[in-house]
């Protein structure tokens, strides 16, 4: 009941424009990551400093109670001390849902975490992003598929008398468009929700800037042919089920709006941006930035309280730059606006795509 009721406290004070304390924070734990994806900028990233543990409970110690914390990399189970930080979450935040996005390499330091603290509350993501050797390819490491596989296969088994959930998200590029409809068979002969995603250009978070915000919703990685579009669109569109009623409103709410984007050029449905309002993102080396797509940091909580940063005298600057900003279209920052502003009840009456 505490949940629902924050959940609609947020929704009023969002579509009110009072600034909430944030109720769902994205740790990115971690620059740190086993593999070299060919679409991904971190490993060119030449500072890769991040917090201590003890840097990190404290900051959480900060942040008091959330509804959601979404742990993230990098790879997070690159980190030792990663079982002591969600259980340290746990304790002081005592979040409804802890999601942790994961490559899936690390199979037995997975799957022994997952037995160790797996509940209800947790909510497991493996990348795939194509079936066997094209996976490898595009992650730039031979075997990667496999450890990926079985880690979800071994998470699967453990779900039913743990009672987490376990996903799949894919990156889409150039490079994988005719492993979409692979994927969904995997997916649903393991009984899992399937989660897309465009591959961008941006070069979100990796350099500090004070200069402008985005000035469209997309900009892909690879150049995409009208074609290519459409069979991407037609891919998303036959993956009609979900098995998790709250996952599949969100995939519902956000495969629409990327058909609709990609096809017709038409921003519906849309949703305000939540975040520096009911969203807090963490950098590993304790740095707030505006979102995942701006390289601008707003704070450092290794040296401010979050009410220092939240409710200071420069942060107007910034949300500004969030009201003016055209929006994205990514499921990381789709999610958390569609929640925190209750336009993802209009998932219940979309159609199924």
């Known amino acids: 009941m505490k949940l629902y009721l924050n959940l609609l406290k947020h929704i009023l004070f969002n579509n009110l424009n009072i600034i909430p304390t944030p109720s769902l924070c994205t740790f990115l734990v971690t620059w740190r990551c086993e593999l070299k ?122 779900r039913e008398g743990l009672g987490f959930c376990v996903g799949v998200n894919i990156t889409i590029t150039k490079r994988n468009i005719d492993q979409i409809e692979p994927l969904q068979r995997l997916c649903q002969g393991l009984g899992v929700d399937l989660q897309y995603q465009m591959a961008r250009d941006d070069r979100y978070l990796l350099e500090p800037n004070d200069g402008d915000f985005r000035q469209s919703e997309f900009s892909f990685f690879d150049p995409l042919s009208e074609e290519e579009l459409a069979e991407i669109v037609e891919g998303i569109s036959r993956d009609t089920r979900s098995y998790n009623f709250k996952e599949g409103l969100v995939k519902r709410y ?59 005298k420069g942060i107007e600057h910034y949300r500004e730059m969030v009201r003016n900003c055209p929006g994205c279209w990514m499921p990381c920052e789709v999610a958390p606006n569609a929640i925190y502003t209750g336009s993802i009840l209009r998932a219940l009456f979309l159609r199924t795509v």
């Open 37 to 158: 994806c060919y679409m991904c900028r971190i490993p060119g990233l030449k500072d890769k400093s991040e917090m201590d543990t003890s840097q990190v409970k404290a900051i959480f110690n900060d942040l008091n109670t959330l509804d959601v914390v979404r742990i993230t990399g990098g790879e997070p189970f690159v980190r030792e001390d990663l079982p002591e930080i969600v259980q340290h979450i746990i304790r002081t935040s005592n979040p409804s849902t802890i999601m942790i996005n994961t490559n899936g390499f690390q199979t037995s330091k997975i799957i022994d975490f997952a037995e160790a603290m797996g509940s209800p509350r947790f909510h497991f993501r493996i990348s795939l992003d194509a079936v066997g050797e094209r996976h490898d390819e595009i992650r730039c490491l031979r075997g990667a598929f496999q450890r990926a596989y079985d880690t979800l296969k071994g998470l699967v088994k453990l």
């Open 254 to 312: 956000f495969n629409e709006g990327l058909r609709n984007r990609l096809l017709y050029g038409k921003k519906t449905p849309n949703t305000r941006c939540v975040a520096l309002t009911s969203h807090i993102r963490i950098l590993p080396n304790g740095e707030v930035p505006i979102c995942i797509h701006s390289n601008t940091r707003v704070g450092d909580l290794t040296k401010q309280s979050l009410r220092e940063i939240w409710f200071g």
